[in-house]
């Protein structure tokens, strides 16, 4: 079965740079979410869209944006990088709005910021 | 703040033993509880759900149990192999909300041959 399609798999910026991650989700899912995920820590929503529209914002600090596109897929862009800001960042999708609570991740995206 | 806490942090247990990780929250408008696996390096998979109304849900090796009056749930996987080897999320959120996960802490699984 197909699965959440993240890109890159890995990512290696410079402070004060700039990141964009993409997430594909599965097919015929309209929901998708970010979740940035610390060394050893559990997942810390960041941002939900449902229909490419924003349903529903987490601790994203103000340097983050993100979109969702016709085609569902989403891009998370991440400004200004900072050492902090090293970690997992996770996309998982969701096959509609009613069923929005039952959430496939993707492999994730490993950023280093150095 | 930890909306849901989970315990213990880690687990070793021997092969054919039971795993058993406890999770509680506080927010009685939480009416959906799933449990994730994560191997190293890789994304959560969804491994099993429970909702308020039922007390036990059991797919294969895997069992929710779920206490809503004492606003506690847990896994119990049964039968334990080394393959299981790896952190267990719990989970919980509203439906009503656009699902935002609200995770435990973890609890990193170890299974000895």
């Known amino acids: 079965a197909a699965g959440v399609i993240q890109s890159p798999r890995h990512l290696i910026k410079e402070k004060r740079e700039t990141a964009t991650l993409k997430c594909y989700p599965i097919?015929?899912?309209?929901?998708v979410y970010w979740y940035q995920q610390g060394p050893g820590q559990d997942p810390q929503f960041l941002i939900s869209?449902?229909?490419?529209?924003?349903?529903d914002k987490g601790s994203i600090p103000d340097r983050f944006s993100a979109q969702q596109f016709s085609d569902y897929h989403s891009e998370l862009n991440m400004s200004s990088l900072e050492l902090g800001d090293s970690a997992l960042y996770f996309c998982a999708s969701a096959k509609s709005r009613d069923n929005s609570y039952e959430q496939y991740f993707g492999p994730g995206t490993r950023l280093t910021v150095t | 703040q930890q909306q849901v806490k989970q315990s213990p942090q880690s687990l070793i247990v021997q092969k054919g033993g039971i795993s058993i990780i406890n999770c509680a929250y506080e927010?009685?408008?939480?009416?959906?509880f799933p449990w994730y696996q994560q191997f190293p390096g890789k994304g959560p998979a969804l491994l099993i759900a429970i909702r308020p109304d039922v007390s036990e849900k059991k797919e294969g090796r895997f069992t929710i149990s779920f206490n809503k009056s004492a606003k506690q749930f847990s896994l119990h996987i049964m039968d334990s192999q080394p393959g299981d080897s790896a952190t267990y999320f719990c989970?919980?959120?509203?439906?009503?909300?656009?699902?935002?996960?609200?995770f435990g802490a973890g609890t990193q699984v170890v299974v000895t041959p």
């Open positions: 869209f449902y229909e490419k529209m924003q349903s």
């Open positions: 989970a919980a959120t509203r439906t009503d909300s656009w699902g935002k996960l609200q």
């Open positions: 097919p015929r899912h309209d929901t």
């Open positions: 927010n009685t408008a939480f009416d959906y």
